[in-house]
């Protein structure tokens, strides 16, 4: 998957656009905004916890940012 992975074009992502993806943790849900590769990625992405939902330790060859707006 190749998503918004090209840093010299500019991407506007607005509320209306929003499209919340489920994770592989069930009540963790991710808005991917950049992503190079399929689960193992590089990895920018919003994401929401549900009370009392983890998503455990894991590395991306790539990177990841993840910002939490939730939980």
Do not use: C, K
């Not at 010299?8 to 499209?19: G, H, I, L, S, W």
């Not at 991917?32 to 983890?54: C, F, H, I, K, Q």
Request: aromatic letters at 8%.
């Amino acid at each position: 998957m190749r998503l918004n992975a090209d840093f010299d074009q500019r991407v506007v992502v607005t509320p209306e656009a929003y499209r919340w993806v489920d994770s592989p943790m069930a009540g963790v849900e991710r808005m991917m905004l950049d992503r190079v590769g399929e689960e193992v990625a590089r990895a920018t992405s919003l994401v929401r916890y549900a009370p009392n939902s983890t998503f455990p330790s894991h590395e991306h060859g790539g990177g990841e940012e993840i910002l939490v707006l939730e939980g």
